[in-house]
């Protein structure tokens, strides 16, 4: 590895870029930070805005061309025309192994050797991302450069010395590109869509600070960073890399920003098996689709709307389409739609908030301070994620905000819960309810049972739903007859109750109503029990639930959703 930078490195810099045509304004002070590397200090103040600061002469900056005509001798010859920066890495490995040969020697002098990207963490230090997205992302990406080192090695031409490229070499390469480039569409004012990342000698020198306002500007010769505001004498002069939040700086740049306002949680979520009709209202062939929770937007509409697709029965897709059509995304198709959504939009997140926690270190490290601040970021956010979930719950169930004053934000959801039994039909309330006391003695002697738990242990809960749901039509109750009416249309017809599903519940009608009927012939004798009448109560169980957690133990329960 090379030598530490010393001052004489950054003036050998400086003279270097400056003889080739680049600029280092007078008024600042390249020089080592105790923390952060090398970076800048205003020498005097620079007073007024779109004062240049630092330019790199094109002929300096580290492009494919230089790369590919350097390593290849012309374009044409190089391999990697569509991985510009494999190029570009092979190149930088190359100078860095010629040293004080190399053109760009006096910038590869003070360009640092070791990082704090997690890339380069030991396992004590891995370990305390365990749980969070860079925990699985840095074994994805050493992979994905291990193999373009491979690849790399093996079309480099025969004059070089492949025993050279190692891959610690490789790896250095790679992380300079990450910690340091600026994107070619930038740069050289071009498209968008063909950018890869380009080394602007000097104009790289600064650290990071979000908002700061900073030009870049572009000539047909040069590439110069300006300030957008005047600098105090002895102030430390930014860059601004960007709306980065802290995951994307630690991985990428191996340092993050406490508070930072431009942080966000990722959620990378795989799309599952999905009818034609779920697609197009996803608007998405791929198969996943990328969120980011902040703290000013803890539950963005289209992470909602992508729940509603994902749990929506046949009838409520129906609705959502007719929505997407008048543009009405943020709307909901009805109260069992959101509250399964909301559900499970909940358990996704606090299940990723339980894997994750922050570490207590005494005296941190650079790395462990990065992590501590990066997973109490991840943490703030996913627990204002999930605030927000239980106020759109409130919201959906009419009920007025009361949220708990506690930090346990587990105890939110079984909170919200408690209102369910205004809008839907559960085990507990077949028990409690005096409505049910007559079929619910029926089931306890039928089914050998005392309690919903039993019924949930023998694993009968939908079973025991089919006949209270079949129950309640036989009864129809005023209190009841919409829903009934409604599912009597959406279920009961020949396309959802086909001839092989029926026959399924002719088995279980054999089963358990003749037994039924010994022990209660007013409510189980009646003809209007049929197997027909089963088989549309099963579609009702299948597709109108949702499953919530119990107030008191928090284990999972079955709810058929009765509001419309
Ligand atoms: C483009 S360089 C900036 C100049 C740099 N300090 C150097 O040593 O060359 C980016 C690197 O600087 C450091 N850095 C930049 N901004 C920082 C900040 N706000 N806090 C801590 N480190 C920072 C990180 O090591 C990062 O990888």
């Given at each position: ?34 923390t952060s590397g090398s970076t800048a200090y205003a020498k ?194 930014f860059n601004n890399y960007g709306p980065k939040g802290n ?78 059509i008048v543009n009405e995304r943020s709307k909901t198709a ?231």
């Amino acid at each position: 590895m090379s030598e530490p930078t010393s001052l004489s490195d950054f003036h050998e810099l400086v003279t270097w870029a400056e003889s080739h045509g680049g600029y280092c304004s007078p008024a600042l002070e390249l020089t080592k930070s105790e923390t952060s590397g090398s970076t800048a200090y205003a020498k005097c103040a620079i007073p007024g805005s779109n004062r240049r600061l630092l330019s790199c002469p094109v002929s300096l900056i580290i492009d494919y061309d230089k790369a590919a005509k350097h390593i290849w001798g012309d374009l044409d010859s190089c391999p990697f025309s569509r991985s510009p920066q494999i190029a570009i890495r092979l190149f930088l490995c190359n100078q860095r192994v010629l040293g004080r040969e190399s053109s760009w020697a006096a910038y590869i002098k003070i360009l640092p050797a070791e990082f704090d990207t997690p890339l380069y963490y030991n396992h004590e230090e891995m370990e305390m991302l365990r749980g969070t997205n860079i925990f699985g992302e840095v074994e994805l990406r050493r992979h994905a450069w291990i193999d373009e080192w491979k690849r790399g090695v093996m079309y480099l031409p025969p004059i070089f010395d492949k025993s050279l490229f190692s891959w610690e070499l490789y790896l250095w390469a790679c992380t300079i590109l990450s910690s340091r480039s600026f994107p070619s569409s930038i740069v050289f004012n071009t498209d968008k869509e063909d950018s890869y990342p380009v080394l602007v000698p000097l104009v790289d020198s600064l650290n990071h600070k979000p908002l700061v306002p900073i030009y870049w500007t572009v000539t047909a010769d040069s590439f110069a960073i300006s300030s957008g505001k005047s600098i105090e004498a002895g102030d430390e002069v930014f860059n601004n890399y960007g709306p980065k939040g802290n995951e994307e700086l630690l991985m990428g740049y191996g340092f993050c920003i406490e508070n930072n306002e431009l942080d966000v949680v990722t959620l990378k979520l795989r799309h599952p098996p999905m009818s034609l009709e779920k697609v197009q209202l996803i608007s998405s062939d791929k198969s996943e689709t990328i969120f980011h929770l902040s703290q000013s937007n803890p539950l963005p509409d289209g992470l909602l709307y992508f729940f509603r697709v994902i749990v929506t029965n046949k009838h409520e897709a129906q609705k959502l389409s007719e929505l997407a059509i008048v543009n009405e995304r943020s709307k909901t198709a009805g109260t069992r739609c959101e509250l399964d959504a909301l559900g499970k939009l909940y358990n996704a997140l606090s299940l990723k908030l339980r894997g994750i926690s922050v570490p207590d270190v005494a005296n941190p490290s650079a790395r462990q301070r990065s992590t501590m601040i990066y997973i109490s970021q991840q943490v703030k956010i996913l627990k204002l994620s999930l605030l927000a979930i239980a106020r759109a719950t409130y919201a959906e169930l009419h009920i007025q905000p009361e949220i708990p004053d506690t930090d346990d934000v587990t105890q939110l959801r079984t909170k919200v819960y408690q209102h369910l039994p205004d809008y839907g039909i559960n085990l507990d309330l077949l028990f409690s309810s005096p409505r049910f006391s007559e079929f619910a003695k029926v089931i306890k002697k039928g089914f050998d049972v005392t309690s919903p738990s039993d019924i949930r242990a023998a694993d009968i809960e939908d079973q025991i739903l089919v006949l209270l749901i079949s129950h309640l039509f036989i009864l129809t109750p005023p209190d009841y007859t919409v829903w009934l009416n409604t599912m009597q249309q959406h279920y009961n017809n020949d396309e959802e109750l086909d001839e092989g599903f029926v026959e399924d519940f002719e088995r279980l009608y054999e089963s358990y109503i003749p037994p039924l009927a010994e022990l209660n012939s007013d409510i189980f004798g009646s003809e209007k029990w049929t197997p027909r009448l089963l088989a549309w109560a099963g579609k009702v169980v299948d597709s109108e639930g949702v499953v919530s957690e119990n107030c008191e133990d928090g284990r999972p329960e079955y709810w058929i959703i009765t509001a419309v």
